[in-house]
């Protein structure tokens, strides 16, 4: 349970980071990542005893794009794996919940993964509705071209790609 919620906390400061950065992309905002997990260790709601680390880790690389690259972080996610996935599979099994557990795992596996389900998902949606897909560089061909936005045509039926009118 404690490398559960350990890994969950990691997680979700990485992505408050994550949201950070995107914020200060828009906004055109100066950010001192640094600075900030200072603040927040400081006195804030939030404080916790490894915002050092990632104050660590953004003064030792202030472009770091997310947390999970650092190696601190890397390794205490490393190490807390196999106890985060034995909680979420027991509490499963037992009828628990663990929606922050569980999503955060969901996050770091979809991250860390350059491939998942999503790809399959990503055929149904348009063989359904005409959502479109990307190809893949390594399964492009002369009628599948690599990067663009393509539907195909699954049942030989319909053909307009508009999802409102295509009809499966």
């Known amino acids: 349970l ?10 979700s400061y990485a992505q408050g980071f994550m949201l950070i950065r ?7 905002w100066k950010l001192n990542n640094p600075a900030i997990a200072l603040m927040w260790r400081g006195g804030c709601i939030i404080r916790s005893v490894f915002l050092a680390e990632i104050t660590k880790a953004y003064r030792e690389n202030p472009e770091l794009e997310n947390l999970l690259f650092n190696n601190f972080f890397t390794e205490a996610i490393t190490k807390a794996q196999q106890g985060w996935r034995r909680t979420i ?11 922050a557990f569980s999503t ?22 348009d063989y359904f509705g005409a959502h479109t897909f990307k ?3 390594e399964c492009a061909d002369d009628h599948l071209p690599a990067g663009q936005d393509i539907h195909i045509n699954w049942t030989g039926k ?7 009118t295509y009809q499966a």
């Open 2 to 11: 404690e490398q559960a919620l350990y890994a969950s906390k990691i997680i």
């Open 22 to 28: 995107e914020a200060g992309k828009t906004y055109g």
């Open 89 to 99: 599979g027991l509490a499963a099994t037992w009828g628990i919940p663990t929606p």
């Open 104 to 125: 955060a795992l969901g996050f770091y596996d979809g991250y860390r993964s350059e491939r998942l389900p999503a790809n399959l998902l990503q055929a149904q949606r």
């Open 158 to 164: 319909g053909g307009n790609v508009s999802a409102s």
């Open 135 to 137: 190809v893949l560089p």
